[in-house]
């Protein structure tokens, strides 16, 4: 196929707008997770001017349908159809909002993904952005089931009822921020810093990775889901490598209200 066979090539696809960010007069580059392709980087062509065709429909957050035509470096956006429009209802709630962006981050941070993974974790963002926009769960249980669900998809489950040293059933008493679950007796071997990791925690983070959300939404002290996040935000910023800012600030939210 010739060069310019290639760059006339449409590719369809659905897609959760991430961000976006101003490029020359009037464009925007638009971040995307695909649902096929995993995060793509596209340009949207006279976006920002009013008579642009494209309206509110590249906002972040938007689950919508997207042609993309392959270019030289980036992708541009030919086409767009709204699916779901998330936007104003979450950008309407402040702990909504922060915790979107928590969402959104995290998903840019993990993005190593094999192909297999790309559905799985678009369907993750979409069903999270869903419950935080309709308001049917908490947005700090949403966001602690996203992270325990993204972490268990990029192979770093988190062990809560088996010591990921020794693999002992009994004893779970120590977080690791680098292996999760440690018990009693491998804690004094391991060379980092252990926090606490009580009953209740560990019930909860069991829930919420495993989406059981009766429970996940009859648990009603939010000393256990601060706790909860402080200690997979550890866990994720160890394995990324570095310090998820959103959450942070998400955090602080929750921590006030
Ligand atoms: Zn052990």
Not at 18 to 25: A, D, F, S, Y
Not at 132 to 160: C, E, Y
Not at 197 to 218: M, P, T
Request: aromatic share 8%; net charge neutral; hydrophobic share 40%.
């Amino acid at each position: 196929m010739s060069s310019s066979a290639l760059s006339t090539k449409s590719h369809k696809d659905i897609a959760i707008v991430l961000r976006t960010q101003p490029l020359g007069e009037a464009d925007r580059i638009i971040i995307l997770l695909t649902r096929e392709r995993g995060i793509v980087h596209a340009v949207a062509k006279g976006i920002r001017r009013s008579s642009s065709k494209f309206g509110a429909r590249l906002e972040p957050f938007m689950l919508i349908d997207v042609s993309l035509v392959a270019g030289k470096n980036l992708e541009t956006v030919s086409q767009v159809q709204t699916r779901r429009a998330y936007t104003s209802s979450i950008m309407g709630d402040y702990s909504a909002y922060l915790t979107g962006l928590a969402l959104v981050e995290i998903t840019e941070q993990l993005s190593v993904y094999d192909a297999e993974t790309y559905t799985e974790s678009f369907n993750l963002l979409a069903g999270a952005l869903s419950a935080i926009a309709r308001n049917v769960h908490q947005p700090i249980d949403v966001l602690n089931s996203f992270i325990s669900r993204m972490m268990r998809l990029s192979g770093w489950d988190i062990q809560v009822y088996q010591c990921s040293v020794c693999g002992r059933q009994e004893d779970i008493n120590y977080f690791s921020a680098s292996s999760s679950g440690i018990c009693t007796s491998c804690a004094s071997m391991v060379g980092e810093k252990l926090l606490a990791f009580s009953d209740d925690v560990k019930s909860y983070i069991d829930d919420v990775s495993s989406g059981r959300w009766e429970q996940v939404d009859s648990q009603i002290q939010q000393s256990i889901k601060l706790r909860s996040l402080e200690l997979l935000t550890r866990y994720l910023q160890w394995h990324v490598e570095k310090p998820i800012r959103s959450i942070e600030v998400a955090l602080k939210d929750f921590h006030a209200s």
